[in-house]
């Protein structure tokens, strides 16, 4: 671009007049004082004349400019031609000026003015264009097994400077590749480095998809795969990766309540529930908000679900809120997943015990139909019989389950899902024909225990703002059980179950929160009974015998309904929660056929309420360290075989327990939390069998117990947070019951705690100490080992050291010596390992594993045996020490 610059007379840049003209002869003038100057300056156009051939110039002018600062002449006094000085007049004449000035005012002057013409060099043309070559290599580069793309890898061709990175979607594009077999280098963190061939043919474009390895997949896995709500005191949350490496739960979610605080350890390593002194029954078993009859198949060694489907185990001790009830125990709440992987997995695992195979995906073209299907088998029937031979003794457990789930996309404000699960369990212990098993001959013939539930669960939920949330959980079901010994005894029944779950959570204002819901039950039920000895005889072994068989069947409805609170006092942030609640109990039974005599017996009602309320306070906005406490009333229903009437209206009400709970949890480090509960759980009205009952016309059952626990909790736990995890949990507990016939019974000095001057004896399950400890720890390479310890006290037993002998069955009826429960067994302790190696290939992943379950025992009694005649006994020991080898593959289509 060519430039113009005025020149002024001095200085030469300056647009400053020439000195002062002189005065005129004629007379003298004022001095001037201003200098006339440009108040609005005027480019003249460069003369093409002068563009072309090259030329600067300065054209020096003498301007006449009048006391008005008007120009009144311009005249060139050294002319520089080619267009120079004609463009230099038009633009001075152009210009707008400001007069020279004395002390009297403006004056007009005449002054010289140089205006310079300068040619500025022409630019330097521009730089060549670069030669952009063609992309000839591009692709993708994807994360073993996961087949997650690999962000900001870095990729170079060995040889030449050609390098690039992979993008957020881990795709990579290569320029100018020479032609022939090339190397191309792959480094990323946390990978292990990779050097792929690839074959470049000239004109061609080489599309690849690179696979990288991860130096460690468990370092990757979710931790937290569910985020549980902070709504209970006390919410015990295992992440689901380190239950699956824990010796002695089969990779089990649900297995791990047994090593929580509060759980007492269960004979043979059973499922059963027993949490804070509660009987079994007490305790309630959920599946995403549904009450089940039982979560663990008979050999208590796994659950009724595939893990693979589990998100999380939720297990609530105590405490808990009016959404649960018709439980006086604990609360286990299964949660189902509900995100499924996009692109498919198939999985396949099998061990000692069973096989399970399990997919789930969005098979649809559109991904928005997630998908999830698990079978499962046992063989252990299958195999016994191999170490058996034909000896004609059989035991044969055997269990399948099966799952199935549907999670369709519905749009923002709404989500749904459709649960199927179910299973069946046999467990058939026979001995040869010529055998006899014992001496009554009532009692001969196999002995068999089936059971078998199935489900279909919906669940709705729908968004009507950010202030209210409507969700709704129905269900039917079957529940079936069937036991017999021989010909001469059993029983039956099913269970025809529909439940219904709905609850509203609105939020008037921030800082309270309103949750009314119902939670309802109801179906028809059945059962046919039939034994070779009447009742009355099973208490006295002189008693002449007498079979007796009788069935019922009725119907069931249990409309429970609940509010609850929940209050956050300080505004703007939930550190403090305080949550009141109340629930309203109602039981309508109908009972009608052999058991009633068939008479019209008119329905059997019991209502009740349980008011509760709990708070929690969070010193710190981290949720660093909180205190909590919980009291509340909760009633239970009777068994149904409590709450029927033989022949006569049932009238067995609810059992009831004021329970309360207090402590505090704190988070040492990110890694590293602790907390510690205190609870006492006050149990009256317990349902006990009336041993002056008369038969048919009147009720079997009475609320005529009581019972009392209390203790102290304490678990810390280390997250998986780098290569170690693991957690530690300790109860310190006492659990005691009375009814009116411990006292008549109870002829012994007292037992070591209770005494029983006021008939308090010892739960059957009171366990003082329940110690038990797990960790794991990665190693290198997808290695890992891990280990369990626990330390339980005995049970008490009782202690029988004489019998009665039974001339007509040819038996000894055992007697007490002492109070119930005054003995306690010796304590239970072991301990299990396990070692583990994670395989990994481009599509699939093999994890193979060695659970040495009891690898080191102690007596570890679980029952006593006498002789014949009472005089001597015998422990029978728990489980013996178990080598259980098993694998698992993970496919990825």
Not at 268 to 291: H, K, M, N, Q, W
Not at 450 to 463: P, T, V
Request: aromatic fraction near 12%; charge should be negative.
């Amino acid at each position: 671009m060519w430039s113009l610059i005025a020149l002024l007379c001095s200085p030469s840049l300056a647009q400053e007049p020439a000195p002062a003209p002189e005065a005129p002869a004629d007379g003298e003038e004022l001095p001037i004082v201003a200098m006339p100057s440009i108040l609005e300056y005027v480019e003249a156009p460069y003369p093409e004349e002068a563009k072309e051939l090259g030329l600067s110039a300065v054209v020096k002018l003498r301007i006449t400019l009048t006391d008005a600062g008007e120009v009144d002449a311009v005249d060139v006094v050294e002319p520089q031609g080619h267009g120079f000085d004609e463009a230099a007049v038009d633009a001075v004449l152009s210009m707008t000026w400001a007069p020279a000035k004395t002390e009297a005012g403006p004056v007009g002057v005449v002054f010289e003015f140089d205006y310079g013409f300068v040619l500025e060099p022409p630019p330097p043309p521009p730089d060549p264009e670069p030669t952009v070559l063609p992309v000839n290599v591009s692709g993708v580069v994807i994360e073993m097994a996961t087949r997650e793309p690999l962000a900001d890898v870095q990729i170079g061709v060995t040889g030449t400077d050609l390098a690039t990175t992979t993008d957020a979607e881990g795709r990579f594009e290569l320029r100018g590749v020479p032609d022939g077999m090339q190397h191309l280098h792959l480094v990323h963190l946390g990978h292990v480095t990779e050097d792929k061939d690839v074959e470049v043919v000239a004109g061609q474009l080489s599309e690849l998809k690179l696979w990288m390895r991860a130096e460690a997949y468990r370092e990757n896995e979710s931790v937290a795969l569910y985020d549980r709500p902070k709504d209970e005191v006390t919410r015990r949350t295992i992440s689901i990766q380190e239950i699956e490496r824990i010796p002695g739960t089969f990779g089990d979610p649900v297995r791990v309540v047994q090593t929580l605080p509060g759980a007492a350890r269960t004979p043979f390593g059973t499922g059963l529930l027993i949490i804070r002194g509660a009987d079994p029954e007490d305790s309630g078993v959920y599946i995403d908000g549904i009450r089940v009859p039982i979560i663990y198949h008979l050999t208590g060694t796994t659950s009724v679900l595939s893990p693979d489907l589990i998100a999380g185990v939720d297990y609530l001790p105590g405490g808990y809120g009016v959404q649960y009830g018709r439980t006086m125990g604990g609360t286990v709440d299964v949660k189902t997943r509900d995100e499924f992987d996009e692109h498919g997995k198939i999985v396949w695992g099998t061990d000692i015990l069973d096989s399970q195979l399990y997919y789930e995906g969005r098979p649809d073209k559109n991904h928005k139909h997630g998908l999830a299907v698990g079978v499962r088998r046992s063989y252990i029937d299958v195999f016994i019989p191999i170490f058996t031979g034909d000896t004609g003794y059989v035991l044969k457990p055997r269990y399948w389950d099966y799952q199935a789930k549907w999670v369709p996309e519905v749009g923002d404000a709404d989500k749904v899902s459709l649960f199927f699960y179910g299973f069946d369990d046999v467990l058939k212990v026979s001995t040869p024909d010529d055998v006899a098993q014992g001496s009554d001959q009532d009692t001969q013939g196999d002995l068999g225990i089936q059971y078998n539930s199935h489900r279909i669960m919906g669940k709705w939920s729908h968004r009507f703002s950010d202030a209210a949330t409507f969700e709704l959980t129905p269900s039917v079901g079957l529940d079936a059980s069937n036991s017999f010994l021989g010909d001469e005894f059993g029983i039956g029944n099913d269970n025809w179950v529909g439940q219904m779950r709905a609850q509203l959570s609105w939020k008037p204002i921030p800082e309270l929160e309103l949750v009314p819901g119902v939670d309802a039950l109801g179906g028809y039920w059945s059962f046919d009974f039939k034994s070779a000895i009447n009742i009355e005889a099973f208490d006295d072994p002189l008693a002449e015998r007498d079979p007796v068989s009788f069935d019922g069947h009725g119907t069931v409805w249990a409309p429970d309904v609940f509010l609850r609170a929940n209050v956050r006092p300080l505004k703007g942030t939930d550190r403090w929660l305080v949550s009141p609640g109340v629930r309203g109990n109602i039981v309508i039974l109908d009972a009608s056929g052999g058991i009633t005599g068939d008479q019209d017996i008119p329905a059997y009602t019991i209502t009740s309420i349980d008011p509760r309320v709990l708070t929690r306070f969070a010193f710190d906005k981290e949720d660093r360290f909180a205190i909590k406490a919980a009291t509340g009333l909760y009633h239970q229903p009777p068994q149904p075989q409590e709450a029927l009437g033989v022949g006569t209206q049932a009238s067995v009400g609810f059992e009831q327990s004021w329970s309360t709970t207090a402590g505090w949890d704190h988070r040492l480090t990110k890694a590293i939390t602790y907390d510690v509960d205190l609870f006492y759980r006050q149990m009256t009205d317990l349902v006990v069998y009336d041993e002056a009952w008369t038969g048919f016309g009147s009720n079997p059952f009475f609320n005529g117990g009581e019972g009392r626990a209390y203790g102290l909790e304490v678990m810390a736990r280390h997250d998986p947070v780098g290569p170690f995890f693991g957690w530690i949990s300790y109860t310190l507990s006492r659990a005691a019951r009375k009814d009116p016939f411990a006292c008549a019974d109870n002829t012994g000095e007292g037992s070591e705690f209770w005494g029983n001057a006021d008939c308090w004896y010892p739960f059957d399950f009171d366990q003082t100490h329940i110690f038990s400890a797990q960790a794991g720890y990665d190693l290198p390479h997808d290695f890992g080992i891990s280990a369990q310890v626990q330390l339980v006290t005995g049970n008490p037993a009782d202690e029988f050291n004489t019998g009665i002998y039974d001339a007509d069955s040819d038996y000894y009826t055992g007697f007490r010596v002492g109070g119930w429960n005054d003995e306690r067994m010796p304590p239970f302790f072991q301990t299990s390992l396990r070692f583990d190696k994670q395989f990994t290939f481009k599509r699939w992943q093999l994890e193979t594993y060695v659970d040495l379950l009891n690898a080191i025992r102690g007596v570890n009694p679980e029952f006593t045996v006498y002789n014949y005649d009472y005089t001597e006994f015998a422990y029978v020991r728990g489980l013996p020490f178990i080598p259980n080898i098993g694998l698992e593959a993970k496919f990825y289509p």
